[in-house]
């Protein structure tokens, strides 16, 4: 019977995808191409390939992964890796760049949970020309580093990104990149949740892995082994910063840098941070939506119980979810010197600018009347819905708001009351 259903995958595939690809199966994980310059300098360079390891060891044991699935896993997991070692090659063979360390500003990070609003209010802050935020493609071609400045930078994008988009219509997921944007819309700054991936920190090996209590999770939850990930991190920002720093800041975001606070302020001790929060009775499903959303390529749609794959991603989410909730209320009980702002997410959908505004006179930062006039221009180039829309239900992913709120009631207190009541709360926190 396995037999017959493996054929019938086969099959499956063979009608969706272009014959002309040959899947990948294995993944080729090596140092041939890391200078022993860069091995020299980079002593950690061993702990993020066994990193990558763990990641393919995890993936490629899970057999419910489509063909497709492990092939596409099997591409990201060898960029990623050959992204990082073509960092550590160009910094190690630019010995120029170790006196810009010192040089880089203090940033303003966001690390508030998922989709509590963090992407408009990344984008908008992004907007202040006197700052710095990652560009996508300054991830996903970080070698040789570019200017923004760099006229030929669109043009790469471009091309990258019609790469990218051709890689999933030949496999046949025409509708995947659409579905995806429709949860979490695409913009030209994107979050450092992919430089930590490039140090194997892989998000989405957490998310496909095949059940709960496997290896790569508890190494991923596991908030006191993390120092070469965030020695890679910095190590990239510094390559960025070499050719083109920012006045002013920089601007970083990603709720899994919640999962490690402590050796997240060990590399950037003097980053301010902003916390957006969002009633988790909205915020759980849509963030289970996106996890979904973002699996479908990853496993078989027409098997008849696809529902188990779907069902075990979203235990997954709501699993490291729970941590990093619990870990963002450890972090503020005992760490109340650490400079924070909360946002709260109705407060910024209803005034962003304001809201912004509110952030730079929290933190003392200059305000310009260009920085505003761009964050006017992005809204109204980018209105709420306009990459699509995903609907969702606390019920599809077992979810109801009475548990919910048991089971967070300390977050709810501390973060989810009226804005008046939550300055009065700060002011205790802060005091």
């Not at 300098?41 to 763990?54: G, K, M, P, V």
């Not at 073509?86 to 303003?108: C, D, F, G």
């Not at 496909?208 to 508890?218: I, V």
């Not at 200059?366 to 819905?385: C, I, K, T, V």
Request: glycine content about 2%; some cysteine; hydrophobic content about 35%.
């Amino acid at each position: 019977m396995e037999g017959a259903a493996q054929d019938n995958m086969a099959k499956q595939v063979a009608r969706t995808v272009d014959t002309s690809i040959v899947l990948r199966t294995e993944i080729n994980l090596n140092e041939d191409n890391l200078s022993e310059e860069a091995k020299k300098q980079f002593s950690d360079h061993s702990e993020i390939l066994c990193a990558y390891r763990l990641n393919a060891r995890v993936i490629l044991a899970n057999n419910r992964l489509s063909p497709t699935g492990r092939h596409l896993y099997c591409l990201m997991l060898e960029t990623n890796y050959s992204n990082c070692k073509n960092v550590l090659n160009y910094v190690a063979s630019h010995p120029e760049l170790k006196i810009t360390t010192q040089s880089i500003r203090p940033p303003l990070i966001l690390c508030g949970l998922g989709r509590t609003g963090t992407t408009l209010l990344y984008n908008l802050l992004a907007c202040d020309p006197a700052c710095r935020a990652p560009f996508a493609m300054d991830m996903m071609d970080p070698v040789p580093p570019l200017a923004r400045s760099d006229t030929s930078r669109e043009m790469h994008r471009n091309k990258i990104a019609s790469a990218y988009s051709n890689t999933f219509n030949s496999l046949g997921l025409n509708d995947y990149l659409r579905d995806i944007h429709a949860s979490h819309p695409s913009f030209t700054h994107d979050e450092d949740l992919y430089v930590l991936s490039q140090a194997g920190l892989n998000w989405p090996t957490y998310l496909l892995a095949s059940h709960r209590e496997n290896e790569f999770a508890k190494w991923f939850l596991n908030d006191t082994n993390k120092d070469f990930v965030y020695q890679y991190h910095k190590t990239f920002i510094q390559m960025l910063n070499s050719v083109d720093a920012p006045r002013s800041h920089w601007l970083f975001k990603t709720a899994i840098h919640a999962l490690y606070f402590n050796t997240l302020l060990k590399y950037y001790p003097t980053a301010s941070l902003i916390m957006t929060h969002r009633r988790l009775d909205e915020a759980l499903p849509s963030c289970a939506r996106l996890a979904i959303a973002f699996a479908t390529a990853y496993f078989d749609n027409n098997k008849a119980d696809v529902r188990i794959d779907k069902k075990m991603v979203v235990e997954q989410l709501l699993n490291v979810y729970d941590v990093i909730i619990r870990r963002i209320v450890e972090f503020r009980r005992t760490n109340r010197d650490v400079p924070v702002l909360d946002i709260l997410y109705d407060d910024l959908l209803a005034q962003p600018i304001d809201t912004v505004r509110r952030i730079y006179q929290h933190f003392n930062m200059a305000w310009s009347e260009d920085f505003e006039q761009a964050m006017l221009g992005w809204l109204r180039d980018n209105p709420q819905g306009k990459q699509g829309r995903n609907t969702y239900t606390l019920e599809e992913f077992g979810l109801d708001r009475e548990t919910i709120d048991k089971n967070y009631e300390e977050y709810n207190n501390m973060f989810l009351k009226t804005r008046d009541q939550s300055e009065t709360d700060a002011n205790i926190i802060k005091n």
